[in-house]
């Protein structure tokens, strides 16, 4: 599962405010914000609609053995144009 400082990076890489993504994803700003901060643990399924809307927006999640390591751009997907 992706953890806070996943979610804040890939925010960041972005350019998105924690209000941006509370609006992308239905997710209150105030549960995001008090995720960041280490405040609370949202649910599973909260953490999963922070990361597929990120994923949505070109980011990827790195893992190692189940634990959140960084994020990346996604790679773009091969046009096979041969250019």
Known sequence: MVN???????????????????????VSKRTISHFEGGDRLPHDRTLRDLQTALEQQGVEF????????GIRAKPKPDSGDGA
Do not use: K, P
């Open 4 to 26: 806070r400082q996943q979610i804040s990076a890939a925010r960041g890489w972005l350019g998105l405010s924690q209000q941006d993504l509370a609006d992308l994803t239905g």
């Open 62 to 69: 790195l893992f190692e053995n189940g634990r959140g390591v």
